[in-house]
């Protein structure tokens, strides 16, 4: 096979592959969005039945209840906000950050390295060392 033909086969398998994974997205995003409206419905009876809990069978007036029922969500929106904002890394993502701290380091490592390779196999420093080693043999007596 030709270059050409192997990079159109490449191409084209991974075309399919990004079609197969936004249909299998799109498919699971349909779904969470009928999961969230049917939470939604969950919570607001939830709702209803703390209230209807405390009202009868608490003992508690329809304010009490209400009030009870509103400080649970407060509870609920705090414990959220705390735990939201924490920001710890997770060890996979500590190594990863290793990993790609370490490959850039590595890359640094190689840019140098081929700088001064260049450098000291470069046309200038030919030139240089033919120069001093013409100059070293005039010296000494050994001449052309």
């Avoid at 079609?19 to 409206?37: E, H, N, P, S, T």
């Avoid at 990863?96 to 390295?113: I, K, M, S």
Wanted: proline share 1%; hydrophobic share 55%; with cysteine.
């Amino acid at each position: 096979m030709r270059i050409g033909e192997i990079g159109k086969t490449i191409i084209e398998g991974e075309l399919t592959l990004r079609k197969l994974m936004a249909i299998r997205l799109g498919r699971q995003a349909a779904f969470l969005v009928v999961a969230a409206i049917f939470a939604f419905f969950a919570v607001i009876s939830g709702h209803g039945l703390l209230w209807a809990f405390c009202y009868q069978t608490l003992g508690f007036s329809a304010l009490g209840a209400a009030a009870t029922v509103f400080a649970a969500d407060v509870l609920v929106v705090l414990m959220g906000l705390v735990m939201g904002r924490r920001s710890y890394m997770t060890p996979e993502e500590i190594r990863v950050r290793f990993a790609r701290e370490h490959a850039l380091n590595e890359l640094r490592q190689t840019v140098a390295l081929s700088a001064v390779a260049t450098t000291v196999a470069g046309p200038l420093t030919r030139h240089t060392f033919r120069a001093v080693w013409g100059l070293l043999r005039s010296l000494s007596g050994r001449g052309r």
